[in-house]
């Protein structure tokens, strides 16, 4: 049994946002601070004082501000990163071979090189390749056609639909789960038929992907994250 019912700003520079967490199995308070995206959460036992709960996130908060400066700091991508594709975690792992590869939890990177301008271009093309495909799925379910597709590295969206119909979308979704990529595919076809977000674009979206719901909710607690990899030389 879990609930979420309040939040807690705690005063600075920055404040702090904290989500307060009733857990049924809880014995004790505790603090989380998300690796991925930063977010601190406190889980409580139900029968918990607030006043002492209170108590305890303002004596742990030069704690939380050093777990949060680790949580956003930058990470270079090399030899030993764990590494998002495709929603799974892989360790980069320089080897005598050709091509880079997925071989169980590795993701397997030619010795010659540095590993991240290398892994940077696999990852473009992987997720203009699977992009491709889902933007084709959808624009034949809906009935129209995208003039053109391209790849950025914008941290403002994901994805964007001229109303020419070119289509923009963030090369590092290729690290999202597949269904999260798949819905930034259909949130901007979708804008094919409606150049706007209104009830009648909602309804054009979840005609072309009715559980939209659970990548979207991903993609606005998680996808931050993926801004923290530095590829050194990616364009």
């Known amino acids: 049994m879990t609930k979420r019912s309040r939040e807690t700003v705690l005063p600075g520079a920055p404040p702090i946002a904290v989500q307060w967490r009733w857990h049924a199995r809880a014995r004790r308070m505790s603090l989380r601070v998300s690796q991925l995206d930063g977010r601190v959460t406190l889980t409580l036992p139900l029968r918990a004082n607030p006043a002492v709960a209170e108590a305890f996130l303002h004596e742990r908060s030069d704690w939380l501000r050093t777990a949060l400066t680790r949580a956003h700091a930058p990470c270079p991508v090399a030899a030993g990163t764990l590494l998002p594709v495709a929603g799974r975690t892989l360790c980069v792992t320089p080897a005598d071979t050709g091509a880079i590869a997925i071989a169980g939890g590795q993701l ?8 991240g301008p290398r892994i940077a271009a696999w990852l473009k093309l992987d997720a203009r390749d699977r992009l491709a495909r889902e933007v084709e799925g959808f624009a034949e379910k809906l009935g129209r056609a995208p003039r053109s597709l391209r790849l950025r590295d914008t941290r403002s969206r994901w994805g964007s639909c001229s109303s020419a119909g070119d289509l923009m979308f963030s090369w590092r979704l290729a690290m999202a789960p597949p269904e999260v990529l798949a819905y930034v595919a259909a949130h901007e076809v979708a804008h094919l038929a409606q150049m706007n977000h209104s ?19 991903w993609l606005r607690a998680e996808g931050a994250a993926l801004h923290r990899f530095r590829f050194a030389a990616e364009a």
């Open 108 to 115: 397997v990177v030619p010795t010659r090189g540095a590993p």
């Open 199 to 217: 009830p009648a674009y909602w309804e054009t979206l979840a005609g072309l992907m009715p559980d939209y719901a659970a990548p979207r909710a």
